[in-house]
C-alpha cells in the first residue's frame, strides 16, 4: 500500500509570493495533519483536518490556510511569502489517535 | 502552556541500551508518542502510549510514563547502528475549543558509535 505522498518534492518561491502544497493520505485515513519544520526543530502544528472539517489550529498566522477534499486529499496554501516560511512541510494522516503517518514533506525555500 | 523538552544529543555503543528522555508541561495530554527521523526523511512512528498507562512495550522498544513527573522516556535495548536517528517526543491533548493539538519536542539526536 502506498503511504503518504506529498507535492511537490521541492519549491523555490520569492517574497510575497503565494504556494499551495498537496498531500494524499494513506487509503482508508481520513484525518490530515500538516506541519511546518525549520531545520533543527521539531515539527510545529498547523492543521488538522478530518472528514473535511478543520479540528486542530496551530499558531500560525491567517496567511496559511489548508482544505480537505471528499476523496481526503488536503491543500496547504500559504500567501504572500516570507523569508521566514523556508522549511519542510509534512504532512500526516492518521485512523485516530494512536499515532500518524508522515509523508517525505515538501522543502519550500522562499528567496 | 504546552512545551516538550529533550536533551540535544545522545552518543552510546553498539549493543548497549539507549535511554532518551522528554518532559511535557500539560497534565491534560492525551497520547504520547515517539517518532524517528532519519537525514532528510520524513517521520516515522515508532510507538505511543495512552496518559493512562506506565509502560509499554515493542520488541527491543520501552516506553514509560511517569505521570506525575510529566516525563516520557524511550528505551532502545542492543542500540544497532541503523538506530542513529533523531528522535522526537510528541504529546498530543484536546483544547479547551475541543481542537486537537500536537505538541513536538526538539529532538534527541542519537549516535551510535560501533
Known amino acids: 500500500d502506498a503511504g503518504v505522498t506529498q507535492s511537490p518534492t521541492h519549491l523555490i518561491k520569492t517574497r510575497g509570493q503565494h504556494v499551495t502544497l498537496r498531500c494524499s493520505p494513506i487509503s482508508g485515513h481520513k484525518s490530515v495533519s500538516w506541519y511546518q519544520q525549520v531545520l533543527g526543530q521539531g515539527p510545529q502544528f498547523i492543521f488538522q483536518y478530518y472528514e473535511k472539517e478543520e479540528r486542530g489550529r496551530g499558531n500560525f498566522p491567517d496567511r496559511f490556510s489548508a482544505r480537505q477534499f471528499p476523496n481526503y486529499s488536503s491543500e496547504l496554501n500559504v500567501n504572500a511569502l516570507l523569508l521566514g516560511d523556508s522549511a519542510l512541510y509534512l504532512c500526516?494522516?492518521?485512523?485516530?489517535?494512536?499515532?500518524?503517518?508522515f509523508g517525505p514533506g515538501t522543502r519550500l525555500t522562499v528567496l | 502552556g504546552e512545551d516538550v523538552e529533550q536533551s540535544l544529543f545522545l552518543s552510546v555503543r553498539e549493543g548497549d541500551s539507549s535511554v532518551i528522555n522528554c518532559t511535557y508541561t500539560?497534565?491534560?495530554?492525551?497520547?504520547l508518542y515517539w517518532y524517528k527521523q532519519e537525514p532528510g526523511a520524513g517521520l516515522q512512528l515508532l510507538t505511543y502510549i495512552f496518559s493512562n498507562m506506565d509502560m509499554k512495550q515493542d520488541q527491543r522498544l520501552t516506553v514509560l510514563l511517569n505521570k506525575k513527573d510529566k516525563h516520557l522516556s524511550l528505551r532502545i535495548a542492543d542500540t544497532q547502528t541503523g538506530d542513529s536517528a533523531i528522535y522526537f517526543c510528541?504529546?498530543?491533548?484536546?483544547?479547551?475549543?475541543?481542537?486537537?493539538?500536537?505538541?513536538f519536542g526538539t529532538g534527541t539526536k542519537l549516535q551510535v558509535i560501533p
Open positions: 500539560d497534565s491534560s495530554s492525551t497520547y
Open positions: 500526516a494522516s492518521s485512523l485516530g489517535l494512536d499515532g500518524e503517518y
Open positions: 510528541a504529546e498530543s491533548r484536546i483544547d479547551s475549543g475541543g481542537y486537537q493539538k500536537v505538541t
